[in-house]
């Protein structure tokens, strides 16, 4: 049983910044890559940022420049700083992390967060 839980979400005018956290716990051997979606009401959900084991990062071209993802693997937790906040943001945001259960198993499982509401004021 893996379960992820995600913090640091709420309101903020435009520019500003927040930054969001998610720990997962549970059955966990080791975290391939963990990420960010987010969802908007009536829009599909979106891969905002990735972060490989290795450290490798992907973003959406929307939030180039002004968000950042990072991990810490001591604490299987993962990071989106997010800065120069803009309302095209709003929505909210899910965690995401590939599980690796055992050092038997290779087999990754996909697991998510609950979700945390982001709302940018104009």
């Known amino acids: 049983q893996v379960q992820l839980v995600e913090s640091g979400g709420g309101l903020v005018q435009a520019g500003g910044s927040l930054r969001l956290s998610c720990a997962a716990s549970g059955s966990i051997f080791s975290i391939n890559v963990m990420g960010w979606y987010r969802q908007a009401p009536g829009n599909q959900r979106e891969l905002v940022a990735s972060?490989?084991?290795?450290?490798?990062?992907n973003y959406a071209d929307s939030v180039k420049g002004r968000f950042t993802i990072s991990r810490d693997d001591a604490k299987n937790t993962v990071y989106l700083q997010m800065n120069s906040l803009k309302p095209e943001d709003t929505a909210v945001y899910y965690c995401?992390?590939?599980?690796?259960?055992?050092?038997?198993?290779?087999?990754?499982?996909?697991?998510w967060g609950q979700g945390t509401q982001v709302t940018v004021s104009s």
């Open positions: 995401n992390a590939e599980v690796r259960y055992t050092s038997i198993s290779y087999n990754l499982y996909t697991h």
């Open positions: 972060i490989s084991s290795g450290g490798r990062t």
